[in-house]
């Protein structure tokens, strides 16, 4: 389980974040694809994903919550507190 220590500079602020640990593999883009982009390189690759926005709908939370459970590494994290 990741510890959040390395949140990515491109998350939307608020309850739901990616850290560094994120490999890229886009399975959270593609289940939640409002709430989750990818960066790319200069050579179009995908290098990491991001919360592009946070949930708005109980179906967004849902997706989101889906996605940290399929996350293979855990980068998707949950501060339960909201954004501050
Ligand atoms: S599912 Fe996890 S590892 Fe894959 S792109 Fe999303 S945050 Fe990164």
Known sequence: MSEGSGKLKENQP?????DQDCIGCMLCSEIAPDNFRSTVDIDCEVEY????KQP?????EDLCEESMDVC???AIVDNGKGAR
């Open 72 to 74: 293979p590494v855990g």
């Open 14 to 18: 608020g309850k739901y974040y990616v």
């Open 49 to 52: 994903n991001f919360v592009y």
């Open 56 to 60: 708005s709908t109980k179906q967004e």
